[in-house]
Nanobody, 124 residues
């Protein structure tokens, strides 16, 4: 089993930055693809970004491309989401997810492990 714990959320003004972290335990995730999803109030959870097991490929939703950067440190069993130029519409609970296959996916059901989420609030 893999346990995922997110941190780094908080309240930030529009235009600001935050870095989210997701630490995995229970098993090494160095061969897993990792993803970030988010769920805004009253909306369905949506894909944000994903990274291959090697870190060589990163994929982003159109809404965050150019502003967010996903990265990973396999030695630390950790994945990061650096968020810049934040907008009020980025307000959501952000979830980290792990996929046993090393290739990335934008589909929630392809991820077998999920964290509890961390809240990000962007004020205007």
């Amino acid at each position: 089993q893999v346990q995922l714990v997110e941190s780094g959320g908080g309240l930030v003004q529009a235009g600001g930055s935050l870095r989210l972290s997701c630490v995995a335990s229970g098993r090494t995730v160095s061969t897993y693809a990792m993803g970030w999803f988010r769920q805004a109030p009253g909306k369905e959870r949506e894909f944000v970004a994903a990274i291959r097991w090697s870190g060589a490929g990163q994929y982003y939703s159109d809404s965050v491309k150019g502003r967010f950067t996903i990265s990973r440190d396999n030695a630390k069993n950790t994945v990061y989401l650096q968020m810049a130029s934040l907008k009020p519409q980025d307000t959501a609970v952000y979830y980290c997810a792990a996929r046993e296959m090393g290739s990335v996916s934008k589909i929630e059901s392809n991820y077998g492990y999920w964290g509890q989420g961390t809240q990000v609030i962007v004020s205007s």
